[in-house]
Every structure is written in C-alpha cells, then in structure tokens.
C-alpha cells in the first residue's frame, strides 16, 4: 500500500573518492542515522568555488533517513567528511510503500 511519506527523507551529498564515500555511508548507517546509502560512482561535478569554476570526479551518496535524525546526520556528514563545505541537500518524498517505511523507521530508530 502506498501511504504518505511525511517523516522521510532522501539526503544528497557528495564525495571525492568511492573510498571516503564508503566510509560515510558505513558510519551513517551503523550510528543507525542512515537506513541506506546509494554511492553513485562516475559523476563530473562542474561548480563555482571561491570565485573559480572547478571540475571534479564525485560520487554521489543518496541517504535514506527520517526528519528526527537530520540534524545529528548532518552533524556526523560534517565531521566525516573532507570538504570545507559538503553537500547536504534535503528532498521530501511525497509518498511511498508503507512496508519500506516501515523498515526506514526501524532501521533509524536504532543508537550504535
């Protein structure tokens, strides 16, 4: 059945290396902030960075989680990561299957 998706949420950030980006994902998910983390490899970032445009190979990791634990996410991205400033961009998912958030929720209701 699919059912509002209100307390989920898709985050989107980046990494410069599938290794560092690894080591997130398996931190996020073990602090149990992180029901799962998707590592997209082979994507070409083109940005504006202090006042330069800049080019750089990325993996992108797409964090499952829940809005209680943004904050706390955020706070662990923060200091995992090698970037001054990472990305931690929040998207909303409207709906989706009640069984998935079922295990979403569990899975993020759990401390290491």
């Known amino acids: 059945m699919i059912v509002s998706a209100q307390h989920a949420r898709l985050v ?9 980006a690894e080591t997130i994902a398996e931190s996020l998910v073990e602090q149990g902030l992180a029901a799962c983390v998707n590592l997209i490899p082979g994507l ?10 800049e080019r750089s190979e990325e993996v ?3 964090i499952k989680t829940v809005e209680s634990r943004l ?9 995992l990561h ?6 931690f961009l929040v998207v909303i998912p409207e ?4 069984d998935y958030l079922a295990w979403l929720t569990a899975s993020t209701s ?3």
Do not use: D
């Not at 989107?12 to 560092?20: D, F, Q, V």
């Not at 904050?71 to 200091?79: D, F, I, K, P, S």
């Not at 090698?82 to 990305?87: D, I, K, L, Q, T």
């Open 12 to 20: 989107l950030s980046t990494a410069g290396s599938r290794e560092e």
């Open 95 to 98: 709906r989706s299957g009640e």
């Open 44 to 53: 070409t970032s083109i940005y504006r960075w202090q006042e330069t445009i």
């Open 82 to 87: 090698s970037y001054e400033v990472p990305e």
């Open 110 to 112: 759990r401390t290491k």
């Open 60 to 62: 992108l990791l797409v």
């Open 71 to 79: 904050a706390a996410l955020e706070a662990a991205l923060r200091a």
